[in-house]
């Protein structure tokens, strides 16, 4: 008797097999969103029945049970439910630049490919192809790669595929920079040739180290020339026809420190209201990313340094601080880095340019040879032991 109620508990653990008046089973089982399903047809005997459900339960807890009633969704039928529940990697919505972006690298190379297919058919080997086809840059190809692995990424998680056929090692990745050494001496001679407010945006670029939608985004309510400090606590995005403005690149606001060059300059700024941008036009009017690249572009040809960036001048200003030794974490939060890795970039790039731990060395050596002069000057031998770093032996 209680093996046979136990027999009954372990078939109510998952699903139920029902006998139709017919004399052949019907299976049910309940779908991880909670509605109850049928399997489909039914079955000429109870075992039968019962090993149908054992295979859809061994899916669902291998999380490689798809939904029936979704086989026939293509990826054009899916996209809305895609596009609309897509996040940044804050879990943030994607920038409305993004969101265009994405429209068109959907309109124009991945739905004439996949379409009118379903998710459930389209296979890794046709990924494979279709990416190997593809006739555009580098940058387009991975941008291309990485949303359909998006697409497939959530689609998996609903329950629509087994596995994404995005397969493709490395064809997401942003490739290692190649960029040219941008010294600071070549980024001040194209700073000297601008002309026009456009010309602030750039000097507070590469003095404080910022992108330009979070140079274009300050304010002076953010600027405290006495205590030399920036609050960096947002950032400017463009789209085909409007700016957006939202938390900077990370989601996080930083304060950050800044030199007496860049003091000099904001005090030469005319002062506006506190809630009004450092840098407008001269009408007044809200300055446009393109506004300054227009301005730059002149600039740099002017000078013959044509193949430079605007975004060389953060790259060149952090370059800067790792090469005269600052410690990784504090470039991390002054550039306002989430991960070691665009950091340790521009700390590989100092690391090329000369013998930067040798100078280093030097320059603590230089430091400790001074303790130790004036130690001996005032018979002071707690400076001594001080050392370079100037920490306490006490």
Request: hydrophobic content about 40%; aromatic content about 6%.
């Amino acid at each position: 008797m209680k093996q046979e109620s136990a027999k009954k508990a372990r078939r109510r653990a998952f699903g139920n097999v029902k006998q139709l008046p017919s004399g052949r089973y019907l299976a049910r089982y309940t779908a991880p969103d909670g509605t109850a399903r049928a399997v489909k047809g039914t079955f000429t005997t109870k075992s039968e029945a019962d090993s149908a459900l054992n295979r859809i339960r061994i899916q669902q807890e291998d999380r490689l049970w798809i939904d029936p009633r979704s086989r026939s969704q293509t990826l054009s039928e899916y996209l809305p439910t895609f596009l609309a529940n897509r996040r940044n990697r804050q879990g943030q919505p994607v920038a409305p630049k993004t969101r265009q972006l994405a429209d068109w690298h959907l309109r124009a190379f991945i739905l004439p490919a996949f379409g009118d297919r379903r998710l459930d058919q389209i296979t890794r080997e046709e990924v494979t192809t279709w990416h190997g086809s593809l006739e555009c840059g580098a940058a387009v190809k991975r941008q291309l790669y990485s949303l359909l692995h998006a697409i497939f990424t959530m689609a998996a998680s609903d329950g629509l595929v087994r596995e994404n056929p995005c397969r493709i090692r490395g064809a997401g990745q942003v490739p290692e920079p190649n960029r040219p050494y941008f010294t600071l001496a070549q980024a001040e001679k194209v700073i000297e040739a601008m002309e026009g407010p456009e010309k602030l945006v750039a000097q507070i670029a590469f003095h404080a180290q910022l992108r330009i939608g979070e140079a274009l985004a300050l304010r002076w309510a953010d600027v405290d020339l006495d205590a030399r400090t920036l609050h960096v606590r947002r950032s400017v995005t463009e789209s085909y026809n409007a700016q957006h403005e939202a938390a900077p690149k990370g989601g996080r606001s930083r304060f950050i420190g800044i030199d007496d060059d860049l003091v000099t300059i904001l005090r030469a700024t005319p002062r506006r209201p506190a809630n009004a941008r450092v840098a407008v036009r001269s009408d007044g009017a809200v300055m446009r990313h393109w506004h300054v690249t227009t301005v730059w572009q002149r600039a740099r040809k002017a000078v013959d340094l044509e193949h430079f960036t605007l975004h060389d001048l953060r790259a060149a200003g952090a370059t800067a601080l790792s090469y005269e030794g600052v410690p990784l974490r504090a470039v991390m939060d002054h550039l306002g880095h989430s991960t070691t890795n665009a950091a340790l970039h521009y700390q590989r790039r100092a690391e090329t340019l000369k013998h930067v731990q040798a100078q280093a060395f030097e320059r603590a050596l230089a430091r400790s040879r001074a303790e130790r002069d004036t130690a001996e000057a005032t018979g002071d031998k707690s400076s001594e032991l001080r050392g370079a770093y100037g920490t306490s032996m006490a």
